[in-house]
């Protein structure tokens, strides 16, 4: 009971989306305040990831799936397939793709949200030049759940770039916009899609709607600079 007041706050800060101020309330409790430390980890890893120091968040989350080995009926296995997951996507991040590839697959033997798991190994795949890989891992993604939202754009955005079945790519960009109408991730995609159609007024459209979305982004700028061209 104890441990549960000392992160109460905490946990509270976290849910109502103030990372920041839950991410210093963990670390200001004492060594001795009866928090168990795997708990502690958790909601540590969590929020670093959510404000996106990732180097940070991997050490705590790495504590927690360690630790799942110690236990053997592990309470809380959902929580460690979580850190687990996110430990994925920050390698997958961060270049690791090894490793990323490593955790995914270790994901998938244990049943945990196949959709989410092949979308990031498609992803993994693309990244290391796998395309037929990338393409067979987001067509399992969306068998298993055809309204993922990261499993359509991603496989609409490798047939634009192949510069195959355009009307397909273009079908699944749209649909993804539409459950995600304010990812800049899906405005570009779909602008793509229109850029290899040659239709460059649509694909500018949505480029500067990705732009707006997430004007720091290489790969946005990179491809409003192609249509620019195209246009000349």
């Given at each position: 009971?104890?441990?549960?007041?000392?992160?109460?706050?905490?946990?509270?800060?976290?849910?109502?989306?103030?990372?920041?101020?839950?991410?210093?309330?963990?670390?200001?409790?004492?060594?001795?305040?009866?928090?168990?430390?795997?708990?502690?980890?958790?909601?540590?890893?969590?929020?670093?990831?959510?404000?996106?120091?990732?180097?940070?968040?991997?050490?705590?989350?790495?504590?927690?799936?360690?630790?799942?080995?110690?236990?053997?009926?592990?309470?809380?296995?959902?929580r460690v397939l979580q850190c687990r997951y996110l430990l994925a996507v920050i390698y997958c991040l961060s270049g690791r793709k090894k490793l990323a590839d490593f955790e995914l697959n270790k994901l998938l033997d244990t049943g945990y949200k196949p959709a989410s798991v092949y979308a990031s190994l498609?992803?993994?795949a693309w990244e290391q030049g796998k395309v037929d890989l990338s393409l067979d891992y987001y067509e399992k993604a969306l068998e298993d759940d055809s309204e993922n939202p990261t499993a359509l754009n991603g496989l609409g955005y490798v047939l634009?770039?192949?510069?195959?079945?355009?009307?397909?790519?273009?079908?699944?960009?749209?649909?993804?916009?539409d459950i995600l109408p304010e990812s800049a991730a899906c405005l570009d995609s779909l602008g793509w899609v229109y850029y290899k159609m040659g239709l460059y007024s649509e694909s500018?459209?949505?480029?500067?709607?990705?732009?707006?979305?997430?004007s720091s982004?290489?790969?946005?700028v990179e491809h409003l600079q192609e249509v620019k061209k195209a246009e000349e």
């Open positions: 009971m104890a441990e549960e007041n000392y992160m109460k706050e905490g946990i509270s800060l976290y849910k109502k989306g103030n990372y920041p101020a839950a991410l210093t309330y963990f670390l200001s409790l004492p060594d001795d305040c009866g928090a168990d430390s795997v708990e502690l980890a958790y909601y540590l890893g969590l929020c670093y990831s959510k404000l996106k120091r990732y180097d940070d968040a991997l050490l705590y989350l790495e504590q927690v799936v360690t630790a799942s080995y110690d236990k053997d009926n592990n309470p809380n296995q959902d498609a992803y993994v634009a770039c192949e510069g195959e079945d355009l009307t397909k790519a273009l079908s699944c960009c749209k649909k993804a916009l500018k459209k949505f480029l500067n709607r990705a732009m707006k979305a997430d982004n290489p790969i946005i």
